[in-house]
């Protein structure tokens, strides 16, 4: 096994990057990406993710660190870090494309005593019996004996500047145990958290769909707790502030689950469990009212308008943010376009307010987006907070009321205003 290791990061999205920003402060690091705009951006110093600064793109541009969309700038790498995206299609199966495509791209360049570390979350099995499959037949080289693979999921969470790479534990994972060995010791280079190694990538591919697995269904059962609390008339955010006063309560809030993973990650482990005959009701079922949630928040608000005397068709609804997440660009999978959706069949007119996001990323939409409303002069029948930005914590009780149309209504998905 070489000694001097130059490693290639395959994917320079919310994973990658900040992975290769890591390593090029101990190694020789490729980034390699299909998007060439993505990649002319980082070599000018601009992350649009915001994962990392402008500075820290730059401090990895000088430490020894290239960003490319050339095949021929990763040949003499010889470990190679995948960190594609591992999406769902539209009946919630999985969508291994990125996967498949990104190993035989590996396999035309892979040598002797080569790595292949998978970071893509997955079902336990894909690395060894869907990746091998393709490094092989590309590179005509045989696994174990000519190459080798690890897997390290990743575990990072969009937006969090405290929880970064290097200060979260991380699984490691080899296909022999003196890979394994050499996968552990690569990353505990950089992760100061330190490294849990797993007993076989099928264990470290089977820990990481559950990591978000479990917490959908936590989430469910909140969600279904406020829409049975909702009946009563009793306040969910009430209901959770006194329960959580027990020190062994599980604090969640009610809401919305979107992005790449919580609302993702379970299809694949329920995909692999319906293919080997099991039926995994609970996880469907904890989906299946998570997925719900959008259409359920339209129809509370229409009630309430309905309710106060306000007409629905034509009414002009203001939505306050769209990411999944606060203080985060990131628009993958977000569940406010089901909101919207579900407001635009009843005919409502629908204003977005999101600081957050750049033009490019609102190009993906056919929405309104409206710079700060409360500068403006229009008000609105109703008005529905669906995610909880720092900017919006900060806006007035006689704020929200100055832009509202008639008696006060607003849908408060975060439980942030006053």
Known sequence: MPSHKKICII?????????????????????????????????????RTLELTSDEVKQSLK???????????????????VTVPTPIDSSNRPDLTPL??????????????????????????????????Q?????????????????????????????????????????????????DELYKTIITAGTHKASSIKVAEAAKV???????????????????????????????EAAATKWNFIKLKPGLVGGHCIGVDPYYLTFKAEELGYKPNLILGARQINNGMGKYIAE??????????KLVKDADILIMGLTFKENCPDIRNTKVVDIISELQEYGAKIDVYEPWIDEKDKDYYDYNFVENPFKNEKKYEAIIVAVGHDEFKSISEDEYTSIINGERLITDVKGIVP
């Not at 590996?106 to 869907?130: A, F, M, N």
């Open 135 to 183: 490094l092989e037949a590309t590179s005509n080289m045989k696994f174990n004996t000519d190459f080798f693979c690890g897997y390290s999921p990743e575990r990072i969470n969009p937006g969090d500047k405290e929880h970064t790479v290097t200060k979260i534990l991380k699984i490691t994972a080899g296909s022999t145990p003196q890979i394994a060995n050499v996968v």
């Open 11 to 47: 994917g320079l999205g919310y994973v990658g990057l900040p992975l290769a920003h890591a390593f090029s402060s101990k190694f020789e690091v490729v980034g390699f990406d299909i998007n060439t705009t993505r990649v002319q951006e980082l070599n000018n110093g601009f992350d």
């Open 300 to 309: 509370k608000t229409i009630k309430l308008m309905i309710k106060k005397g």
């Open 210 to 240: 559950i990591e978000n697995t479990q917490r959908d269904v936590n989430i469910a059962l909140v969600n279904e707790l406020a829409l049975i609390f909702d009946t009563m008339n009793i306040d969910t955010n009430d209901v959770i």
């Open 100 to 133: 498949i495509k990104s190993s035989q791209m590996i396999g035309k360049v892979l040598k002797k005593d080569d790595i292949v570390i998978y970071e893509s979350t997955v079902y336990p099995g894909v690395t060894e019996e869907v990746c091998v499959p």
């Open 63 to 81: 430490n020894n660190m290239i960003f490319s969309t050339n095949l021929d700038d990763i040949k003499d790498c010889n470990v190679y870090i």
